[in-house]
């Protein structure tokens, strides 16, 4: 197969000659195309070296059965960038075609694979995350950075994935192997690929902590890697995700992610984040109660704590919900789980419930894995059998997108049924269901 190599100019840019010898040992016919930035951290005489193909100069230079700027992208069967810059990322989300890699990109109709690198704090950028959204939305394979190491002496997730996981991400996209892990949007889960489209998916996550001073805090055991695997499956399937989490877990790919600390912080990011949003998960654990008075300087000796309740943010959500949103919610029990979840999914006013017995092995807080039933408005009832929580994430927005009606502006009094305000507007506009 042919596969174009892009490299943008990061200090990563080392490990692209890795990933080339890879793809070449594996059969593949690989042209690297270097950015101006990637040949001041890489020499081209080592791609050259390594490379079934030499690395083309740049846009102008003649190709052998076209031109450079859509020949290549034209004729491969993959594209896959290593490293790709805050930069790169940006220019192929803006469509701009000012050197060979970028018009490759809009040339190509074969899979793009990329895998960002980056620092942290770019890493996390409302602007970055942004752009990863919409290629992903366009059906873009991310492989994501991993946490460690970065430029400078700095640590923190940025860090480009290693070569073979990277090359096992191209082979899966070219049909030759399993998707590793982690590089959750690779083929494997194609059929759901660009179901959440266009879709504003708003995930809260972790427990939330509230302070008795300023070095202690009343909080819970939920670690927010449930709600981190929704809101990085919700980009997987195109949406554009908002994840307001009081977790530590690095922020996902392509997540605009906003850290909270308490309930009312959280409460506030999230009535933000809802209100254009076309569905609203609430994984967080919310801390029930708070201290009612939280000191300003550290409390020496044993405090009285007098405790009050956290604002119930999931009900505020649902009292001001946006017609047609779909609303879910999260129940931790230890006890009559079905009956108390059944209860709860009618007080909260959600569409739906997805119900963790926190107390079974291998399910609830901490654990890698889950294992929930997901209780519908509707009556219905579906056990989602123990596995990873990437998996029970997606069979959660299996049940969301069930549940979404056509179109991103939904205007009826609430899931599947048409309101009073969507009428009027259907009235105005000539146009029936
Ligand atoms: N929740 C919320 N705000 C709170 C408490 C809970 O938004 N102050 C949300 C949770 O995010 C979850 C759902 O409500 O989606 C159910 O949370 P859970 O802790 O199971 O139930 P509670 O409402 O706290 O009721 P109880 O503790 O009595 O079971």
């Known amino acids: 197969m042919r596969i174009v190599l892009g490299v943008s100019g990061g200090v990563?840019?080392?490990?692209?000659?890795?990933?080339?010898?890879?793809?070449?040992?594996?059969?593949?016919?690989?042209?690297?195309?270097?950015?101006?930035?990637?040949?001041?951290?890489?020499?081209?005489?080592?791609?050259?070296?390594?490379?079934?193909?030499?690395?083309?100069?740049?846009?102008?230079?003649?190709?052998?059965?076209?031109?450079?700027?859509?020949?290549?992208?034209?004729?491969?069967?993959?594209?896959?960038?290593?490293?790709?810059?805050?930069?790169?990322?940006?220019?192929?989300?803006?469509?701009?075609?000012?050197?060979?890699?970028?018009?490759?990109?809009?040339?190509?109709?074969?899979?793009?694979?990329v895998c960002p690198a980056m620092h942290t704090e770019m890493w996390e950028h409302p602007a970055v995350a942004e752009n990863v959204a919409t290629l992903r939305s366009r059906g873009v394979h991310v492989v994501p950075p991993e946490s460690g190491r970065l430029a400078g002496g700095d640590e923190g997730t940025g860090r480009m994935a290693e070569p073979e996981t990277i090359v096992a991400a191209v082979l899966a996209v070219l049909g030759s192997g399993p998707a590793p892990a982690g590089t959750h949007d690779a083929p494997s889960g194609a059929a759901r690929t660009g179901d959440l489209s266009g879709r504003e998916v708003v995930v809260s996550a972790g427990g939330t902590r509230e302070a008795i001073d300023p070095v202690r805090v009343i909080t819970n055991r939920s670690s927010g890697k449930q709600g981190h695997a929704i809101a990085e499956a919700a980009a997987a399937r195109g949406a554009r995700v908002t994840?307001?989490?009081?977790?530590?877990?690095?922020?996902?790919?392509?997540?605009?992610?906003?850290?909270?600390?308490?309930?009312?912080?959280?409460?506030?990011?999230?009535?933000?984040?809802?209100?254009?949003?076309?569905?609203?998960?609430?994984?967080?654990?919310?801390?029930?109660?708070?201290?009612?008075?939280?000191?300003?300087?550290?409390?020496?000796?044993?405090?009285?704590?007098?405790?009050?309740?956290t604002p119930d943010i999931l009900a505020g959500l649902a009292a001001s919900r946006r017609p047609g949103q779909v609303l879910v919610g999260f129940a931790a029990e230890t006890e009559d789980v079905i009956e108390r979840a059944k209860r709860k999914l009618e007080q909260k006013g959600v569409d739906l419930?997805?119900?963790?017995?926190?107390?079974?092995?291998?399910?609830?807080?901490?654990?890698d894995t889950n294992e929930v039933t997901i209780l519908g408005?509707?009556?219905?009832?579906?056990?989602?059998?123990?596995?990873?929580?990437?998996?029970?994430?997606?069979?959660?927005?299996?049940?969301?997108?069930?549940?979404?009606?056509?179109?991103?502006?939904?205007?009826?009094?609430?899931?599947?049924?048409?309101?009073?305000?969507?009428r009027a507007g259907q009235a105005r506009r000539g146009e029936s269901r």
Not at 66 to 81: E, F, K, P
Not at 272 to 293: E, I, L, N, T
Not at 353 to 367: I, K, Q, T
Not at 377 to 389: F, N, Q, R
Request: with cysteine; charged share 20%.
């Open 12 to 113: 990563s840019a080392f490990k692209a000659v890795e990933v080339c010898r890879r793809l070449v040992d594996a059969g593949h016919r690989v042209t690297p195309v270097l950015t101006d930035a990637a040949r001041r951290f890489v020499g081209v005489a080592t791609f050259s070296a390594l490379a079934s193909d030499p690395v083309p100069s740049g846009l102008w230079e003649p190709l052998e059965g076209g031109i450079a700027h859509t020949r290549l992208g034209q004729a491969a069967d993959a594209v896959v960038v290593a490293p790709a810059t805050a930069d790169l990322l940006a220019r192929y989300a803006a469509g701009l075609a000012d050197d060979l890699l970028t018009a490759t990109l809009l040339a190509t109709s074969a899979p793009v694979v």
């Open 243 to 309: 994840l307001v989490t009081a977790s530590g877990l690095p922020a996902p790919a392509g997540v605009h992610t906003v850290r909270v600390e308490s309930a009312a912080e959280m409460a506030a990011a999230m009535a933000s984040a809802a209100s254009d949003a076309d569905v609203v998960v609430m994984a967080a654990a919310v801390a029930d109660w708070r201290p009612k008075v939280s000191a300003l300087q550290k409390v020496h000796g044993v405090p009285e704590l007098v405790l009050e309740p």
């Open 353 to 367: 419930l997805v119900v963790n017995d926190v107390s079974a092995p291998g399910a609830g807080f901490e654990h």
């Open 377 to 422: 408005a509707d009556g219905t009832s579906t056990l989602v059998p123990l596995g990873s929580k990437r998996q029970v994430a997606d069979s959660v927005l299996d049940a969301v997108v069930a549940r979404l009606r056509p179109g991103t502006l939904d205007r009826g009094s609430g899931p599947g049924t048409p309101g009073a305000e969507e």
